[in-house]
């Protein structure tokens, strides 16, 4: 900073320099502009001028008198001197130049006239003073200036006390205290208090004070005090106030001291007229923040503590309960802790409604803490209750309800009372989060929220609102179900059961959709419990009052439990149900009393156990199966089965479970439909057992009233209401259809998909369980839809299988109550157009009906198929047969009869009761009456229902069959699109299918043959046995035995027999063209013939059965021992063949007894129904083959009765297959020359018709016939012989072996022979002729001797033997001349087993087995047909069925035959080189004389030889096709049975040789077939080999 006094100056002082300092100081002075500036330049000017001084430079006399001249220049000169002095004094006294010490003094002193020396003894040092003069002391200078100073800043005047002012606080008292009612205003008065504070010098803050104690006193003047503190705080600082109150609340923090309430509300008032800040109270108020968080997580431990205590099993003595309970007094006793100010605070705010500061502090504190205090729980529902009361009167209230008003808060700044739904979510929704579980404090306000979320709902689900409106009422909707499950469900929990507010709130719940109930009880279940102390102990005591009483819950007491039950569930039904739940999946004993312990429910609880139900299933921990993966876990059948019964028994929503199981069957799992069917057999009364009797089987016939009368196990009442509940479930949430096929798909899902690592046995079992399922389900849907529904909802059938992939037989099942639906309401339009009420005329419309409703059925049908199928079977035939039920097929006169016997019985009973009341007694016998007349009209209708049918199917018939391949082709069609799928799937359609076949047979369909389709159905049944499950299995076996009851009736009486099939197409033998309709009658397959085709099925049944239970397999003998107890009745009723079985089985219960129990089970039920059985079977020859010795046995008629019919299945097959192929063959011979024919004997016909025949042993052409008539003459002859030697017939067999005359090695035969009988009841229509010879010729053989018997018996024997040779020879022949015809004739039989022919060689083989097979059995005809018979085997492989024929002594019936063969072989030889020269003029007849193109016919007879084989390549075409199928069994069971059949075998050449008949020609037989066999393969040791081994096996 630039020097203001320049050196020159003080050098020239007296000349200019003085002059120019004054001037200076002079204009500084007067320079008005920048003062401070100014201020310090005058400063230094004068700093400058006293320094010179100091260092000597001027003189100080020289300064004193400048410093004169300019003092007069500014007021504040002296002072501005002053402090130059100020700071001089301090820079000379540090210096150590005592001069300039000296000269500063100087000056001062110099000076003095012109500074006082006030302003002097202010500024300057004690030491200063003195050296001036201007104090004697400085030490004493001190001492004085710190007295005056504490005098004046720290000593008090003691006037702000009461008792010294006590005047004035008396009038400020008397001002606050007088009457504030007049006009008196807080301004008037405050000016008062100013007065009295001057006057009497009161302390303000003291003053302060007294008005605040005042206010306490008087809270009721609020308006007055709260504006005077206001004026009043203007004097004072402003956190006077709040430490004024803080003082007061530290007042009374000693452990003894209470806080009054007053003091809270004036502190409250204060905060929400912000006149005090809550951070600023906040801090003076205890206990702290930390104590607080603490406190709250103690309670927590203590409550876990107790749930630990309570879970805990303690088994503990008197003692130790002695010490807890001193500890718990000990603990009472310890001194409560200190008030809670922060909560008194909080309260005295609610109280008042200033909600913001009140959620300021209970936002510092742990959730609900604060509200857990009853007193803030209350004081907070009082302000809810005050907010929401407009909008409550509004809307809440219920109609004809008072209720009780609640006033309006006086003060103006509490929150918003509520005038709209969109108000709550502000402020109302708000409140109630942070009393969350504490409203239950105030059940009132827990109702009226309730009541306005119903309110609110119903507004929220009528539409018509803009969008703006419906996005707030969807925000409003997430509030509402935050509050039910934050504060609603969890206030429930803790009320003490109150079952009004339950009901409430399902008002309100039951407005929701289930899902969003269901993820409010889940939260409730698994959330809330844990987030508050007081609901863990509520959850403890739950478990632990349910314990108490599930432990004592009985059938006997269910009253007294279940009003306890109830009043648990009231509260906390999640947790109890729970409990309930997990005690039922362990103990299914409990599930009936508590299902009836839990009639004291409320519907929210019931809504909740559906809830809990589901969760228990869907629980992830538990397995579904059993530790052995074959059963499904017993807790899921106990959930199941309570399920049904609970859902049964109350008004419980069922949509959820539905959708449930319908999720489940989504992701491909099927378990949870153990419910569904339990719920739709409980709930509908629907069920579906394998177990059914035959009577319940009968009713289900019927109509409605039947079925729930007679075709159930229980008797199903009162299902009325809970079938209605069940349906609206399905149709509300649409779940009907989609269930279905989610069934319908997931049956095959089981198996490919979920089935994989799972054990077969419970594959079976799912499976089942979903078949079972879906039956059940879609019976309940086609009883209870309307046909609206059904209709709307069922799509047609095609889009049914192709867009939703149902496999067909589902798709049908559902389809069905449609079609019915449709034509009754067609017919019923139809009948009210017309008037016309004669049977034709409703026949007519019904007809009508029926083609309107199918018509597009047939078309939709074409799409499900190849078109190839179309051309055997018609679409029209194919719905015809899916559409129809057993309903519309016959009426069960018999169930109507007995039910209306039993109402009658039941009738009598009520009036013989003497201790009835006679009212009940009136009422019961009307239920009775109205009943009964219920049925009849029932069976009056059904009657007029089933002729209408019939009438239609007539006039339908003849477009049915279409065989435009063959009618082979058309069987196999026939058997595996309609039958075999129809027949397992459920009882009832195994029983239609049965009757459909003989309906179609009755009718005399075009093309459809009777005796083929039965030959098919029991040829084989290996394969459809072991593909079945095991219900599948229980109704395949169910199909067997109708249809066996069916032949059984046939077989049994020869009138019968003619009556039902004489003259039917459906048993022509022989197939002819399509256009030539020949009534002959030889075409015909006789009674007797018949009967040897029933019993070759019977055979290959024995023979498959046999096999399936020797496989080991379970799941063959399983279902093997199921079809056979289903087939019982009609199978077997042969002795022979019953005691292979039942050695067989006897064999199976050794062997299962510990490994596998439940196949010894099956086994040993079989075993004794078998034996039980035993006295009704009868000898061979009696079941097909009148002879002496059947008269020992019993008489005829009986042994047929039922057990007849059950014959091998393969047999009509065989036959069938014969018609058709001899009919194409025998065309073909005629053209060649009908003389020939003529000429040609037996055994010649018997073999091209083999050939031809697909093996049907029932071909009789018209040749034979011819050879009928020339035989008939030698016939006699022939029982001449036959009377000398009658044939060794099974009953033969039979006495041989009862009365030990035969040898033991026959015994051991007898097994083989059972199974070979099936191979050697095939024969040809020679065989028939025979056959009637054997009849006339048994005449005769009555007088022949026991004796003659047992030879003849030897004598059989040594011919079977023969017989596979010459089989051989003549299958041989057979082969060169097709191999001569090239294409035309179908292959041998050999290729039967497949499409294609098969190498000699390999047919070699075959025939030899069935020879050795053949060895044992005892066919009941003669020798000389056996021979025929062998010949027909080679061709036919043991197609052929009829094996009665003549008894003629065996011995000449060989030399006949061996004659027949001989020339059989030359004709064959002539025949087959015209057939290589004809063979194109032949192919161009049979284009003109035949259906089919000759090219055709050979792919034909493959086909139809393969079709009946290939059924073993594709089990799904009947599987139960020809009898190749069973060759090839044999072949694979010879491994087994080849050592039996060896030494078999070898025992009956020993027994031949013994015999004296004909030995020779025996041998000469054996010759040739074995150079035969030598040429053919090496199949003849084979077979030898075969033979030992089957017999060290038997």
């Excluded at 006009?183 to 009161?202: Q, Y």
């Excluded at 709550?424 to 239950?440: A, D, I, Q, T």
């Excluded at 037989?1565 to 084979?1582: F, I, L, M, N, P």
């Amino acid at each position: 900073m630039a020097a203001l006094l320049p050196a020159e100056w003080i050098k020239n002082w007296e000349k200019g320099g003085k002059n120019e300092f004054v001037q200076l100081c002079r204009a500084l002075s007067e320079n008005k502009s920048h003062d401070s500036m100014v201020f310090r330049d005058i400063q230094q000017a004068l700093y400058e001028l006293a320094y010179h001084v100091v260092r000597g430079n001027l003189k100080h006399d020289q300064a004193s008198n400048v410093l004169g001249d300019v003092i007069e220049f500014r007021e504040d000169m002296p002072s501005i001197l002053a402090d130059v002095f100020c700071i001089l004094d301090i820079e000379t006294s540090c210096l150590e130049e005592k001069s300039k010490r000296d000269h500063f003094t100087q000056l001062v002193l110099a000076c003095l006239y012109l500074v006082s020396d006030t302003v002097l003894k202010e500024r300057l040092d004690p030491e200063t003073l003195e050296s001036l003069g201007l104090i004697k002391q400085s030490q004493q200078f001190n001492q004085k200036s710190v007295k005056i100073k504490t005098k004046l800043f720290y000593k008090q005047q003691k006037f702000n006390l009461l008792r010294e002012e006590n005047e004035g606080y008396a009038k400020l008292i008397a001002e606050l205290g007088q009457d504030l009612s007049g006009n008196i205003t807080s301004d008037l008065i405050l000016e008062n208090i100013k007065s009295l504070i001057g006057c009497f010098n009161l302390d303000p803050n003291r003053v302060l004070d007294i008005i605040l104690e005042v206010y306490e006193c008087r809270p009721e003047y609020d308006d007055f005090f709260v504006p005077l503190i206001e004026s009043y705080m203007y004097m004072c600082e402003p956190q006077t106030l709040c430490h004024i109150l803080g003082f007061k609340f530290k007042f009374y923090q000693d452990p003894s001291g209470e806080t009054p309430p007053s003091l809270y509300r004036v502190a409250a008032v204060l905060l929400q007229h912000n006149l005090i800040d809550l951070e600023d109270l906040y801090v003076h108020l205890l206990p702290g923040d930390n104590t607080i968080l603490e406190e709250h997580k103690r309670e927590l431990m203590e409550a876990k503590q107790i749930v630990r205590k309570l879970t805990m099993v303690v088994l503990s003595s008197e003692k130790t309960e002695e010490k807890e309970k001193e500890k718990e007094k000990e603990e009472e006793k310890t001194e409560k802790p200190p008030d809670n100010q922060k909560l008194g605070l909080l309260e005295a705010l609610l109280k008042i409604g200033d909600w913001q500061h009140a959620q300021s502090i209970m936002d510092q504190m742990p959730p609900f803490y604060a509200t857990s205090h009853k007193s803030i729980a209350i004081a907070l529902c009082q302000l809810v209750h005050v907010t929401v009361e407009p909008l409550y009167r509004r809307v809440g209230v219920p109609k004809g309800a008072k209720g009780s008003p609640v006033s309006s808060l006086p003060n103006k700044r509490a929150p918003k009372q509520a005038d709209s739904f969109e108000d709550l979510r502000k402020e109302v929704f708000n409140m109630l989060c942070y009393l969350g579980p504490h409203l239950s404090h105030d059940p009132i306000l827990f109702a009226k929220v309730v009541r306005l979320g119903k309110a609110f709902m119903k507004e929220f689900q009528s539409d018509g609102s803009k969008q703006e409106d419906k996005d707030k009422m969807e925000l409003l909707f997430s509030c509402l179900l935050s509050i039910t499950d934050q504060v609603l469900l969890p206030s429930l929990s803790l009320m003490d059961c109150n079952a009004c507010m339950s009901e409430e709130l399902w008002g309100m719940f039951k407005t929701f959709p289930y899902q969003y109930r269901y993820r409010l009880y889940g939260q409730w279940k698994n959330e809330t419990y844990n987030s508050h102390p007081l609901l863990v102990k509520v959850k403890a005591q739950t478990i632990d009052r349910a314990k108490y009483i599930m432990k004592r819950l009985t059938k006997e007491n269910v009253k007294p439990s279940g009003r306890q039950i109830g009043k648990l569930s009231h509260s906390n039904p999640t947790i109890l149900f729970d409990y309930i739940l997990s005690q039922i999946q362990k103990y299914d004993n409990l599930i009936t009393p508590v299902v009836d312990s839990l009639k004291y429910l409320t519907s929210l609880n019931y809504d909740v156990l559906a809830y809990c139900i589901i969760e228990a299933l869907a629980n992830p921990e538990k397995e579904r199966m059993k530790h052995d993966d074959t059963t499904i876990s017993s807790w899921l059948q106990s959930l199941a089965s309570f399920c049904g019964a609970v859902f049964r028994k109350y008004p419980i929503e069922l949509a959820g479970l539905l959708q449930y199981v319908a999720n489940q069957l989504k992701a491909g799992k099927s378990f949870d439909l153990l419910i569904l069917k339990e719920v739709v057999q409980k709930m509908a009364g629907i069920e579906i057992t394998e177990e059914m009797t035959m009577e319940q089987l009968e009713a289900m016939t019927g109509g409605e009233q039947l079925k729930a009368e007679g075709g159930y196990f229980g008797q199903i009442r009162n299902t009325k209401k809970s079938s209605q509940r069940l349906k609206d479930a399905l149709l509300d949430h649409d779940l009907a259809l989609p269930l279905c096929l989610l069934m319908a798909q997931q049956r095959n899902g089981v198996i490919f998909q979920e089935g994989g690592e799972k054990h077969l046995k419970l594959v079976g079992k799912l499976y089942d369980q979903c078949h079972d399922t879906l039956v059940q389900f879609g019976g309940f849907l086609a009883s209870n839809l309307s046909t609206e529904d059904y209709i709307k909802r069922v799509p047609s059938i095609d889009v049914l299988c192709n867009e939703f992939h149902t496999p067909h037989d589902a798709a049908f099942f559902l389809s069905r109550p449609m079609y019915a639906h449709h034509i009754s309401s067609k017919y019923d339009e139809l009948k009210k157009a017309e008037k016309g009420n004669k049977q034709q005329h409703k026949v007519h419309k019904y007809i009508t009906a029926c083609e309107l409703v199918m018509a597009p059925v047939h078309e939709a049908v074409i799409s499900l198929h190849l078109p190839k199928v179309w051309d055997d079977i018609s679409p029209q035939f194919y719905a015809t047969f899916w559409s129809l039920t057993m309903y519309d097929l016959a009426v069960p006169h018999s169930s109507y009869d007995r039910e209306v016997n039993k109402l009658k019985v039941q009738m009598k009973a009520i009036d013989d009761n003497q201790e009835m009341p006679p009212n009940k007694k009136k009422k019961e016998k009307e239920r009775c009456t109205a009943l009964q007349d219920k049925l009849l009209e029932e069976e009056k209708k059904q009657l007029e229902h089933v002729q209408r049918v019939l009438q239609r199917l007539k006039l339908e018939k003849d477009n049915w069959l279409l065989a435009k391949s063959t009618k082979n082709e058309t069987i196999t069609k026939f058997l595996q699109l309609c039958i075999f799928p129809r027949c397992i799937f459920s009882a009832i359609d195994a029983v239609y299918c049965a009757h459909f076949v003989e309906l179609v047979h009755q009718q005399k369909t075009p093309n459809f043959s009777t005796l083929l389709c039965y030959d098919r159905v029991f040829s084989d049944i290996i394969y459809t046995v072991a593909s079945c499950t095991e219900n599948e299995a229980s109704r395949y076996g169910r199909f067997l035995c109708c249809m066996l009851e069916t032949v059984t009736r046939w077989h049994s009486d020869r009138v019968i027999y003619e009556k039902e099939c004489g003259n039917y197409p459906g048993f022509l033998t022989i197939l002819r063209a399509t256009g030539f309709d020949g009534g002959n009658k030889a075409d015909q397959l006789d009674y007797e013939n018949f009967r040897h085709v029933v019993h070759k099925w019977h055979y290959k049944l024995t023979k498959a059965s046999v096999h399936c239970l020797e496989t080991g397999e379970y799941t063959h003998i399983r279902n093997i021992l199921i079809v056979l107890t289903k087939i019982l009745p009609w199978y077997p009723k042969v002795l022979n063949l019953g005691q292979a079985l039942e050695r067989r089985v006897h064999k199976i219960c050794q062997e299962e007894k510990e490994k596998r129990p439940d196949l010894y089970a099956l086994a040993m039920g079989y075993s004794g129904q078998l034996k039980s059985r035993k006295p009704f079977m009868i000898p061979e020859n009696e079941f097909h083959h009148k002879d002496p010795p059947a008269r020992n046995a019993v008489p005829a008629t009986v042994q047929n009765g039922p057990g007849g019919a059950a014959m091998p299945a393969s047999l009509t097959v065989n036959t069938v297959r014969l018609e058709e192929g001899a009919t194409e063959e025998t065309d073909k011979l005629k053209e060649k020359s009908q003389g020939v024919v003529k000429v040609i004997n037996k055994a010649v016909n018997a073999a091209p018709k083999v050939t031809t025949s697909n093996g049907n042993s029932a071909s009789n052409s018209k040749i034979i016939k011819e050879k009928d008539e020339k035989e008939k003459s030698g016939k006699e002859k022939d029982k001449e012989k036959k009377d000398k030697t009658p044939t060794a017939t099974p009953e033969m067999k039979a006495l041989g072996k009862d009365g030990k005359e035969k040898p033991k090695e026959e015994r051991a035969n007898k097994d083989d022979k059972a199974r070979e009988i099936k191979e050697k009841t095939p024969k040809s229509d020679k065989e028939k002729e025979k056959v009637k010879k054997e009849e006339k010729a048994s005449k005769e053989e009555k007088s022949k001797t026991v004796v003659t018997i047992i030879e003849s018996k030897s004598a059989a024997e040594k011919e079977r033997e023969k017989e596979p040779s010459r089989e051989r020879d003549v299958a041989k022949e057979m082969k060169s001349k097709e191999n001569a015809k090239g294409g035309e004739k179908v292959p041998v039989a050999g290729s039967l087993k497949s499409p294609v022919p098969r190498s000699e060689a390999s047919e070699s083989e075959r025939e030899q087995k069935r020879r050795k097979i053949d060895t044992h059995s005892s066919p009941s005809h003669s020798s000389t047909v056996k021979d025929n018979l062998n010949e027909l085997k080679d061709s036919s492989a043991k197609h052929y069925i009829n094996h009665t024929t003549p008894t003629l002594s065996k011995s000449k019936e060989r030399e006949v035959e061996k004659k027949d063969l001989d020339k059989s072989r030359e004709r064959s030889r002539e025949r087959e080189k015209k057939d290589e020269k004809d063979r194109k003029d032949r192919k161009r007849d049979h284009s003109n004389n035949e259906r089919e193109v000759p090219q055709d016919s050979t792919k034909r007879r493959k086909e139809e030889n393969g079709t009946t084989g290939s059924s073993k390549h594709s089990k799904s075409e009947s599987p139960s096709d020809s009898p190749r199928l069973n060759e090839k069994e044999k072949e694979k069971n010879k491994s087994k049975s080849s050592g039996k059949e060896k030494g078999d075998s070898i025992k009956a050449e020993k027994m031949e040789k013994s015999s004296s008949g004909s030995k020779k020609e025996s041998r000469h037989d054996k010759e040739k077939t074995e150079k035969k066999e030598k040429r053919d393969s090496t199949g003849g040791k084979e077979e030898k080999k075969h033979h030992k081994s089957s017999d060290k096996h038997r």
